[in-house]
């Protein structure tokens, strides 16, 4: 690979250290590891408040959740748009936490930066230059998942296109890549994490419920993350994973991402973060 | 494959047989198998005039150009925009080739629509709703390509996305996946094509230029495509491949699109096809 | 890709035109396009030689048929053995087709050569090379099967251990890779196809059988290969396809062989071969 | 995934805990996680002793070597074959370090056996029935390595042939898949090493010097693996990696080898393992 092809996001050992992206409290790329957890989508309030309740009682430092949700078929469940962005909000300042959610489209980015701390381009989106420059452009830090079969090179170039823009606040998120074998969702790149760390100043976190599609392979990979030098991970956790209106089957239920924190915070210090 | 996830798109082989797409004169989907040729990006006036004069000669009944580049990197040529839509158009009106170009966000598809008889969907956007939907409302045929590393279902949801949106006039285009081998830059995939064609009634075009990605192999898969029941071509041509500005490995000469045309044409009605 | 890594395989164009492995009377990589036609596993003398008259009366000039089966289950039909290869012997001779036929082990290798006219590596075994000295050792032709991810450059390097080992008679078999979507059991890789023949100066021939698992795709994907540039088609057929103990879902009927065979010499003669 | 497929592979949670293969003194699929070193091939008897005694430092149990090598191109290195084999037994023997190393095809079965204490069948090999069964009737314990481009399901399936062959004495190694990115020479399958866990009884070893191919992204992967769950960790390592006659890139030195060695231990502690 050629570090040349991405100068901003090209880690330049000597002149500088691993950039630091705080979102609230949250320092995203220093020597804590990040949890960022909540619902696949905002469903309700009452859903969020607890799910948000359950991210902040495992350690949780920032909420996520999704109000205009990115489907493969128009049939599915396109999230609450407007009303999950401000039910976001509101929970996110009763409990303290920052929120992150995704932008589709460029002319959905004001709107979303009007409720968000953070903005997500999404898997589907990271090919999708307009849309990180228009997310770029609304001066909140962003949160750049890997395309589901985007190299590494392509990645950073997605990352470079926002820095060239002006916003330096760019976190990196690992969410599995597409290959020939279906038993996961899609394969999660620990070597791609650690050669990310490498290549690039830029905070990595993962997404190991997306990497993997399956509730009881999450913890297992969530810790396979943070020991390949993960700076964070986001996690989908709901109050009743069973009733969830998209991605059932990966979310943890409050117990399970307790457990995930307690385990997370113990690989973590064993490689001398805490 | 669950047709049932794809009802508008499915083929119901009793009660609906193919739908043709008419883009000016040329029927997409009819008998005839379709050319559609001209430049990876419009440059200039006369690079292009001299592309579709170069497409007319060779029998292409539709000009290809690109306007507004989607790119990988924000260092690369990103086309002329608007100008390049002008030159389209009026290069189309010259020649009498109706012009099909891409549109890259929502927000430009009413000015794309203003200049073009066709809006492509590129690969890169195949999976971003929010684009499928306002394509789909300009009420123009669309051309959707699909993602480099979409299954075909995922292809067929796409097109229900735009379907369902009220727009019947789709063509889907096969142009190469992503496979572990980068000796070609994609990988045409001629059993989808045939798929396709017994899964829905849409017409099914092919790119074997983005397929390959090498100028000396576009003339093999091109045929290929043909035989495995494309309804039609659409290649990259410049009248100096060796200058242009993006692609230059895989377009075409005007000498060698003439014998492609020719060459599938002999094909074509090998198959019964003209 | 670099043709000195494989000096013996690659095409010189000045001084080599393309190599012809004869099989019986079949002349692969001559002007006229063969077909290999029979079972995917030898069942019963009645099946065997149903299925060799079939080959024969769709104009196939060369007889397949596997004895020892590579399953990836152990407890699926893994072939008659011995049996199986006397059986395609006799039936060869009956109908005055040479007969192919797979060995799995360098230890099997006499046996069978004492049976068959060509010996098939399969593409899992591609890569095995205690296997491809044995079966260059054997002196008869050989039909080399891509394996399922192999590039094509490790494709080639396979056939060098052949031609270094002495054995010139080598027959390259594109018979799909594997990739994220399995709608299809593989991919038919076209570009592949007419990549090999500007690569190398051996015959290349295509199992449209393999590479879609499907019925109702072969004869798109036989006739697109042939219009890539394949020197042949090795296509699975069976008297009573639902009855097969093997690969039920992609042999062809004895009609549907014969089809696709009027169907290939119409392709053939339209790219100028016959 | 039907674990019906493989009945003996399968984990039956009520009725049987997870299997322990013991070689030598290590105990793969115990508490303890175990590490496997040395380099990619025997080359001298220097090489050979320096690197033992650089693993045994390390606090390795088990010393692997290739004497027969496996290679994608007839003109690289293959391995200094049955000299290499009495070099492993002669160290292995100084050092109190039981050997692993590679059998190519089963006549090589017997000669393998006589010298080793364990046999490896490599990933090209991975899906080869007749070496399985050769290897199985060895009655040594089988180091089996996931094929490039295999499936869980035909990973296990492989086993199975193994197991079915009377042999339960299985280690499966995870040693990375291809994918379309090759930045990494392969994608190390976390997941998939958490999910064998869940399916088979078998112990689960990673191979994090193939998964990666780079030196440099070895350890952050192998700490991975640990916290995925792997029993062991199989590692290259050499007294001189630049002069490796093969996988020069990949192969740690001693101190990195003791540095990855004290990491591991730290990591396998934090999920409560030894």
């Known amino acids: 690979m050629n570090a040349a092809a991405f100068p901003l996001?090209?880690?330049?050992?000597?002149?500088?250290?691993?950039?630091?992206?705080?979102?609230?409290?949250?320092?995203?790329?220093?020597?804590?590891?990040?949890?960022?957890?909540?619902?696949?989508?905002?469903?309700?309030?009452?859903?969020?408040?607890?799910?948000?309740?359950?991210?902040?009682?495992?350690?949780?430092t920032i909420l996520r959740g999704g109000a205009f949700k990115p489907r493969t078929s128009p049939y599915s469940f396109q999230g609450l748009g407007e009303e999950g962005l401000a039910l976001l909000r509101a929970v996110g300042d009763e409990t303290g936490l920052p929120v992150v959610t995704?932008?589709?489209?460029?002319?959905?980015?004001?709107?979303?930066?009007?409720?968000?701390?953070?903005?997500?381009?999404?898997?589907?989106?990271?090919?999708?230059?307009?849309?990180?420059?228009?997310?770029?452009?609304?001066?909140?830090?962003?949160?750049?998942?890997?395309?589901?079969?985007?190299?590494?090179?392509?990645?950073?170039?997605?990352?470079?296109?926002?820095?060239?823009?002006?916003?330096?606040?760019?976190?990196?998120?690992?969410?599995?890549?597409?290959?020939?074998?279906s038993y996961t969702r899609n394969c999660l790149d620990v070597g791609g994490i650690a050669a990310l760390k490498q290549l690039t100043h830029l905070p990595v976190v993962a997404d190991p419920s997306h990497a993997t599609g399956r509730r009881e392979l999450v913890v297992a990979t969530a810790l396979a993350s943070v020991a390949a030098g993960a700076d964070g991970l986001m996690v989908e956790a709901h109050p009743d994973p069973a009733s969830a209106r998209s991605d059932a089957d990966q979310q943890l239920s409050p117990e399970e991402l307790v457990d995930l924190a307690e385990r997370m915070r113990k690989v973590a210090r064993a490689i001398g973060r805490s």
Chains 1, 2, 3, 4 share one sequence.
């Open 9 to 60: 996001a090209a880690r330049e050992a000597e002149t500088k250290s691993g950039t630091v992206v705080q979102i609230g409290e949250a320092a995203v790329g220093g020597t804590e590891v990040v949890l960022v957890a909540g619902p696949c989508s905002v469903e309700s309030p009452e859903q969020l408040r607890a799910a948000a309740r359950a991210a902040r009682a495992a350690g949780a």
């Open 102 to 181: 995704e932008a589709l489209e460029p002319a959905q980015v004001p709107l979303v930066a009007a409720y968000a701390d953070a903005i997500q381009i999404g898997s589907r989106n990271m090919h999708v230059t307009p849309l990180l420059r228009a997310v770029a452009a609304a001066g909140l830090p962003v949160l750049l998942k890997r395309g589901m079969s985007a190299t590494l090179e392509e990645f950073l170039l997605a990352a470079e296109t926002i820095l060239l823009a002006g916003n330096e606040r760019v976190v990196l998120c690992e969410r599995g890549i597409r290959t020939f074998d």
